[in-house]
């Protein structure tokens, strides 16, 4: 299987003068890499491939070329990897729509993948051993539902034609498109894009949210702010047992088992044990809160760490009947560095933005003493420098989970334990 030629002929390289922007060259495709992309080499020159797999031999354009090494697209495969299957959405292809990186990859071959990814920045960044790697078994677990239809929040750019549509790889550039095939199904089936006639010459960006206590809402957003023109502005979600109310634009995970699973990774890891004090920090609505608060019971406390304004007011309505928690609306840098929150602490769920805690953060929790960490990560290169910080304070990775909550995009969800060595 073969992805369409697109014209133009491959061309041999020269070290001296190295490949040039829209430059096709003949290539075999080496290891996978982040952002969706696998590596190869071009007479020493470092390639970095999108819609290939590794050991295919291919003909790939140059998109963009740096200082170290250059981006391509494969337009032709010319010996295909047995993993190759056909995208099932035209759009997922070079030049078009940049949202989705492995529809061209098998489902299992995609779990695979992204293993590999998490597996290469433990090693790269984190400073783990094969060994001790092999120790943790590193794979990524697929969640219920299969690969499409699944994304329950979607966010469509507006071009200058007032067209709704989705970016291209690397730019502002928007692709219209008559509907998107991992959004969820209530969401592909509204009237937002091009197909039905909607027009948006009030909006910058479009925000759709199917919700899995059945809501369905469509905002424009103008001057980064939200204003909903069809369904409500808050919306309900079903989640570790509870209701939650929140605004149709506040955060809340995409996929509709990823709350759950979360949750219960979380839990399972952590073990939290009644009377015991924890901390749940960049908490957001309180997904995490509310189970520890079941698990530390009435003679425990919760603390709640969150700096966004709608996410502090979600956790506040959403756990006012779960007397042992406190939410703390502040940065989780300045409530540690300022002693918003103090000691003595048991157990700590880390849930950082894609950018990571980074070192304060993790300094402070090592010295806040407690018996363990569970890091919610949505980047493995975060999370690979943040436990090689851990490393540094004398803690240790005990346990790891993969999962997919992103099925055909390159991004990976994983849930670390993170341990004293000394075993305090």
Known sequence: ???????????????????????????????????????????GQVVFVRHALPGERVIAEVTEVHKGFVRADAVTVLDASPDRVEPPCP?????????????????????AWKAAV??????????????????????????????????????????????????????????????????????QQLPVLTPSGASWPAADAVETVASTGGDVTVAQVHDGVSTPVRGPAEVREVAAGRDWTLQASAFWQVHPAAADTLST?????????????????YGGAGLFAAGLATRVGATGRVTLVEAAPQGVAAARRNLA???????????????????????????????????????????ALAAAGPR???????????????????????????????????PMTQHVECVGLLLPADGR
Do not use: N
């Open 1 to 43: 299987m073969t992805e369409p030629e697109l014209g133009g002929a491959a061309t041999s390289v020269s070290p001296e003068r190295g490949l040039a922007e829209a430059e096709r060259v003949e290539l075999t495709v080496d290891a996978v890499a982040p952002g969706g992309h696998c590596v190869a080499r071009v007479d």
């Open 91 to 111: 759009y997922a292809k070079p030049g078009a729509c940049g949202g989705c990186d492995l529809q061209h990859v098998a489902p299992d071959a995609q779990l």
């Open 118 to 187: 998490v597996r290469e920045q433990l090693t790269r960044l984190g400073g783990l051993s094969d060994d001790e790697l092999d120790g943790l078994g590193v794979r990524v677990e697929a969640l219920p539902g299969g690969l499409l239809g699944w994304r329950s929040r979607v966010r469509y750019a507006v071009d200058a034609a007032d067209r709704a549509g989705l970016l291209k790889h690397r730019s502002h550039e928007v692709v219209p498109i008559d509907r998107c095939r991992i959004a969820h199904p209530a969401i």
């Open 265 to 281: 990774a979380v839990l399972e890891l952590l073990d939290p044990q009644p009377g015991e004090r924890a901390w749940d920090l």
């Open 321 to 363: 009947d779960l007397a042992g928690v406190e939410v703390v609306s502040a940065r989780v840098e300045t409530a540690l560095a300022r002693r918003r929150i103090t000691g003595p602490v048991d157990v700590v769920v880390l849930d950082p933005p894609r950018s990571g805690a980074g070192a304060p953060v993790v300094r």
């Open 372 to 406: 363990a960490v569970a890091y919610v990560a949505c980047d493995p290169a975060a999370f690979a420098r943040d436990v090689r910080t851990f490393a540094g304070l004398g803690w240790r990775l005990a346990a790891l989970r993969g999962f997919d909550m992103f």
